[in-house]
């Protein structure tokens, strides 16, 4: 029942992102420069969501899985939706900071 609830929330129940890390995949955070410039995961690119679409073809042109995540899940949602039917091999890590915890 979780992983139902995951799913409709847009979340990756079955990924593995430390995997998904190890293997290039690109930590994309789509919250605001402020609130990324007050922690983020090292190494993660930050586009705002309100950005994100006039970035779409930089992002396809990563050629690698990306991982979205925010705050809490939901702004990372939305831009998972936008990526998918963009073509980009993309998960929803949902809140950084638990994000975070997943990727030690």
């Known amino acids: 029942m979780l992983n139902t609830i995951k799913k409709l929330l847009g979340l990756e129940p079955s990924a593995n992102f430390k995997e998904l890390r190890e293997q290039g995949a690109v930590i994309l955070d789509v919250r605001s420069a402020a609130e990324f410039n007050s922690g983020h995961i090292q190494g993660a690119v930050n586009i705002p969501l309100d950005k994100l679409g006039s970035n779409i073809k930089k992002i396809q042109g990563w050629n690698k899985p990306v991982i979205t995540c925010c705050l809490s899940g939901t702004r990372s949602s939305m831009a998972t939706s936008m990526l998918r039917k963009s073509n980009v091999d993309v ?7 638990t994000l975070h915890q997943r990727l030690k």
Not at 91 to 97: C, L
């Open 91 to 97: 998960y929803n890590g949902g809140g950084w900071a």
